[in-house]
DNA sequence: AACTTGACGGTCA
DNA sequence: ATGACCGCCAAGT
């Protein structure tokens, strides 16, 4: 049976993501295997702002680096601001050096 | 109950 | 390189 839905458990992972880095809507599907697809990642993140919880969604981006989800966050910058506070450079709305930010967990924490 | 809409991503032309 | 198409499936209309 399961304990937490799949909304939780993408919650989880985006919590450990590192300040400074960034990870993406397909690496957490990926990584949480076949419970749900990228889309259902990026519907979580569009629900994660109800959550009590503090989910720090701007560090989930597209699988290029880019914010496309930057026009939920109340402001327009907000996200960026909240990354650039991270030390992240970002041009337009693409990540610079987005390979060095990117955080899999898939590579960085144990299989589920 | 049926249809549309995406914070996505892989494939193919 | 760029863009159309399509599978994914929860929520909103």
Do not use: C
């Amino acid at each position: 049976m399961e304990t937490l839905g799949f909304f939780d458990q993408v919650y989880e992972v985006v919590k450990l993501v590192p300040p400074g880095r960034v990870t993406s809507y397909g690496a957490i599907a990926a990584y949480l295997g076949s419970k749900g697809s990228a889309r259902m990642v990026g519907w979580a993140m569009n629900q994660s702002h109800k959550m009590s919880y503090n989910i720090p969604a701007h560090r989930v981006v597209n699988r290029k680096g880019l914010l496309t989800g930057k026009a939920h966050f109340g402001g327009y910058d907000v996200m960026r601001q909240l990354l650039e506070s991270e030390g992240i450079i970002i041009e337009g709305d693409q990540i610079i050096n987005f390979g060095e930010r990117f955080w899999d967990p898939a590579k960085e924490l144990f299989p589920l």
